[in-house]
């Protein structure tokens, strides 16, 4: 099954990100919704992810001090082995100015994922919303 990824334009796809979001942070992991959804909803450039035209995952980036960070990867249940998670972080990489630095807080779970996909490990692991994080960095392009 193929992975098509695209950058969301609209208030309808952006509600599909908020359903996906919901599922997996709010119902799965417990997270409280005031702590998932929240301040930096209208500064982050949104994802999503579809399969034979079923949305099942999402992604987004914003610009922060410290460079570009990667967060609110999303993939529902059913879809975690086709590559979705791959497929979004590969096309969100493709959207980026990587002489900016490039980063996010993975979940403990997700480290050896984002290893594969060429990030480094950076600093010492944390509790973010009592699930264990590490920061992690994509390597710069030298210019």
């Known amino acids: 099954m193929e992975v098509n990824?695209?950058?969301?334009?609209?208030?309808?796809?952006?509600?599909?990100?908020?359903s996906i979001r919901r599922i997996v942070f709010i119902q799965e992991l417990n997270i409280p919704e005031n702590m998932e959804i929240?301040?930096?909803?209208?500064s982050a450039t949104y994802v999503l992810a579809n399969i034979e035209s079923e949305y099942v995952g999402t992604a987004r980036w914003r610009y922060t001090d410290l460079g570009i960070k990667l967060e609110r990867?999303?993939?529902?249940?059913?879809?975690?082995?086709y590559?979705?998670?791959t497929a979004m972080t590969k096309f969100i990489l493709n959207q980026l100015d990587h002489s900016k630095l490039i980063y996010?807080?993975?979940?403990e779970s997700a480290i050896s994922f984002y290893k594969k996909l060429g990030f480094d490990l950076m600093g010492p692991r944390f509790d973010e919303v009592g699930i264990p994080h590490q920061k992690m960095i994509f390597p710069k392009v030298s210019k």
């Open 73 to 81: 990867f999303a993939v529902l249940s059913e879809y975690r082995s």
């Open 38 to 42: 929240n301040e930096n909803e209208d």
């Open 5 to 18: 990824v695209k950058i969301v334009e609209n208030d309808k796809e952006k509600e599909l990100v908020l």
């Open 104 to 107: 996010l807080n993975a979940q």
């Open 83 to 85: 590559g979705v998670g």
